[in-house]
């Protein structure tokens, strides 16, 4: 996983497995520091992508990154469905859409 930031308050996340992104994750904090905003696109296996957008609001902590949060919200850009499961035996995680 890479993390890159892309300004004070947004984070870059791209997995990669052999090459290939699997998911980007693009999170970014409110300015009052109650809520983080998580826009994901996930890469199915035959190439096309399926996006998804994740509302978290902060139960403890200050303004800044650290804290704990619980998700308020989540959307798929579609209905399809989501399977997670072990992907080769290392210890990673597969999601599968569609």
């Known amino acids: 996983m890479a ?4 300004g004070p308050n947004v984070w870059k996340l791209v997995w990669k497995k052999d090459g290939r ?3 980007t994750n693009t ?3 409110s300015a009052d ?8 696109t996930l ?3 035959d190439g ?8 978290y609001r902060r139960v403890s902590g200050g303004r800044s990154w ?5 998700s ?23 999601f599968a859409i569609g």
């Open 3 to 6: 993390i890159t930031p892309q």
């Open 21 to 23: 992104v699997l998911t």
């Open 27 to 29: 999170l970014t904090l």
């Open 33 to 40: 520091g109650k809520s983080i905003g998580i826009k994901s």
């Open 43 to 45: 890469m199915k296996p």
């Open 48 to 55: 096309t992508t399926e996006g998804a957008q994740t509302a």
């Open 66 to 70: 650290a804290g704990m949060w619980e």
């Open 72 to 94: 308020a919200e989540v959307r798929f850009s579609s209905s399809d469905e989501c399977v997670i499961s072990p992907y080769q035996g290392d210890g990673l995680v597969r």
